[in-house]
């Protein structure tokens, strides 16, 4: 039996410019959670600590310390760390991000093997000795994938483990809608005759219904996701993958379960504010604050409000909003769609009693929804007669 612990996709080095105030705090948490990660996977007893390409965000921009720190943290893992260069983050030999992890590691003890060639991998653990053949990525974009070498060398038949390692995206799981992420079919992967396959480039785990408490089998490929969540637009909690892959009767049967290793949260929140309901706009912001999957000071948000809210609280918004939220890491508002709700009283004030805006307004007093529109097309109306004036 050996056990692999896989990640990918760490991203160190990303630089967050959409947060420059909690930029600190989003990094230094990058870096806790590989520790813990590393920690994990000795308490669980792995040989095996696979990282499936994009370690670094860049091969460039990545500064000397920050290429040490990561690699430190590898360095400490017990057993075997196998680190597949992905497209962030390509090998040809001249990438200084690999200049600068490899003249770090060469300070330290260490077994950490770069993959850096197109040639299978041998690594004895306890029980199995593994064979590794890695697909890695010698550019940022590539049309084809590199699993040639593979196909045309075979996967040896020497009751080794075979394990796959290939970056970029995966046909029907990956959006590539161009075609430039060394695209690979599951049929494909499937074809090559690997024990399994560990894949990197696409944020979000796959397989996506992998248990925490319980091991799955029969799946071959997978890829592990970002190890903690990069930004809204990527839906993951951030995890990681432990497999378990025994011999039996000449084959090799995988487990598979997923580890959330992820602590900081982006979320994307919608509230629509309903005069009527009973629920004001406070109301409505605390209940969504409370829905928070992660303490509140791991946790970015944007909220979008829409809706309209009471002349009260319409006015007090921003306090409102700093009320409810000012304990979160970040957040941010966006309430262009939220409106005012309109009031007899305020009818009366903005416009002559006898007028057809009042009358028309005052006969949609019983429908909030229509009013509020009715309002919002009058006040345009008279905006744009003022602009026109001279
Ligand atoms: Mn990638």
Not at 100 to 125: Q, S
Not at 227 to 234: A, F, G, K, T, V
């Amino acid at each position: 039996m050996v056990k692999i612990f896989v990640t990918g996709d760490n991203h160190f080095g990303k630089k967050y410019n959409r947060y420059p105030e909690i930029r600190h705090r989003l990094t230094e948490s990058r870096y806790g959670c590989l520790e813990q990660m590393v920690r994990r996977a000795e308490e669980e007893g792995c040989e095996l600590f696979a990282v499936t390409g994009d370690l670094f965000d860049s091969c460039v921009s990545v500064d000397r310390e920050s290429v040490a720190r990561a690699a430190r943290i590898l360095a400490g893992f017990a057993g075997t760390v196998l680190v597949l260069p992905g497209n962030h983050d390509y090998y040809t030999g001249e990438e200084k991000v690999w200049k600068r992890f490899e003249e770090a590691l060469a300070g330290m003890e260490h077994n950490v093997l770069l993959l850096k060639e197109f040639r299978p991998y041998r690594v004895v653990c306890a029980e199995e000795t593994v064979t590794v053949y890695p697909a890695f990525c010698q550019s940022k974009h590539g049309t084809a994938n590199n699993l040639d070498w593979i196909r045309k060398e075979g996967i040896r038949q020497d009751g080794t483990i075979s394990i796959g390692m290939a970056h970029g995206a995966i046909q029907g799981i990956t959006p590539d809608l161009n075609q430039s992420y060394f695209l690979m079919t599951e049929e494909e992967l499937n074809r090559i005759p690997a024990d399994l396959w560990l894949i990197g480039h696409t944020h979000v785990p796959y397989p996506a219904d992998l248990r925490e408490d319980e091991d799955t089998f029969g799946r071959r490929i997978f890829n592990a996701g970002t190890h903690e969540q990069l930004d809204l637009s990527n839906h993951t909690e951030g995890t990681c993958m432990i497999l378990t892959c025994f011999r039996k009767e000449g084959k090799t049967l995988v487990g598979a379960r997923r580890y959330v290793s992820g602590r900081i949260r982006y979320l994307d929140w919608q509230a629509q504010i309903r005069p009527g309901s009973g629920e004001g706009l406070k109301q409505t912001l605390e209940r969504l604050a409370d829905q928070a999957p992660v303490p509140r000071e791991d946790a970015v948000i944007r909220v979008t409000v829409s809706g309209a809210a009471q002349p009260e609280e319409y006015e007090a918004r921003q306090q409102i909003y700093e009320a409810v939220f000012g304990g979160f890491l970040f957040w941010e508002i966006r309430d262009a769609g939220l409106q005012e709700v309109i009031s007899a009283d305020r009818i009366r004030r903005e416009y002559a009693q006898t007028s057809f805006a009042a009358r028309f307004l005052e006969a949609l007093a019983e429908d909030p929804a229509q009013l509020q529109m009715a309002y919002q097309l009058l006040r345009q109306c008279r905006e744009e007669e003022q602009e026109e004036k001279p």
